[in-house]
């Protein structure tokens, strides 16, 4: 069974510099996806952004980056000149060919201004 | 919006009572899903549905049981609550194909005493 790891369960940042959270995972699978969702206080979970295994580029949104090592299994998230609204929970998944998405056990990240 | 709303948002009911959660969507999305969130677990799986009447178990479906008699509507069942039961309770929606990941409901608090 594939699992997902986040090893920090809290980090803190001042506004406006950069952060960089942890995930890694384990799969025998050679074709998935991977996820960084966001959880605000207002509990909605928010899709930040999503990696595919087979394209080597890493993929961007705006502030949010990744940094995809396929055969470290490590995939994690970058959040560049950070704000107060980025504070929340951020869940690593990963998604195989079970159509199931399996959570790391997440990370609070606090912004302090 | 994804067009995923759950029912109720917040409930508390008595050990040994039936409880049912109801997720509703109007994206004739395949599959549904039912996550529970307990703090340091992250999210974990209880049962999923891939169609109508087709449903699977996820890795913590003891006490649970779902059903899904119409594309739009997957109810989730708590037989006999129990305080270990006591979790948010997220459903969450996919059209399937591995690029997707989920568009998740708000969330249920269920509160068990």
């Known amino acids: 069974a594939q699992t997902v790891t986040q090893s920090q369960p809290e980090m803190s940042v001042q506004e406006a510099e950069t952060v960089t959270l942890s995930c890694t995972y384990d799969?025998?699978?050679?074709?998935?996806?991977l996820f960084w969702y966001k959880q605000p206080p207002s509990r909605q979970m928010i899709l930040v952004i999503r990696?595919?295994?087979?394209?080597?580029q890493n993929a961007t949104e705006n502030r949010f980056s990744v940094n995809f090592q396929k055969a470290a299994k490590s995939f994690s998230l970058k959040i560049s000149d950070s704000q107060l609204g980025d504070a929340a929970m951020y869940f690593c998944a990963y998604r195989g060919g079970s159509e199931k998405l399996v959570f790391g056990k997440g990370m609070k990240l606090t912004v302090n201004p | 919006d994804a067009g995923i709303t759950q029912s109720p948002r917040h409930k508390v009911t008595e050990t040994g009572t039936p409880v049912t959660l109801r997720c509703h969507q109007t994206?004739?999305?395949?599959?549904m899903y039912w996550y529970r969130q307990d703090p340091g677990h992250g999210l974990r799986l209880i049962h999923y549905?891939?169609?109508?009447?087709?449903?699977d178990k996820g890795e913590v479906s003891d006490g649970y049981s779902v059903s899904r008699s119409k594309t739009e509507d997957f109810l989730l069942t708590l037989e006999s609550a129990t305080s270990s039961q006591t979790s948010v309770y997220f459903c969450?929606?996919?059209?399937?194909?591995?690029?997707?990941?989920?568009?998740f409901g708000s969330g249920t608090r269920l509160t068990v005493v």
């Open positions: 549905s891939y169609g109508v009447k087709d449903t």
């Open positions: 969450a929606i996919s059209e399937g194909g591995r690029s997707y990941g989920y568009t």
């Open positions: 994206e004739n999305h395949r599959y």
């Open positions: 990696q595919e295994a087979y394209k080597q």
């Open positions: 799969t025998s699978e050679s074709d998935y996806y």
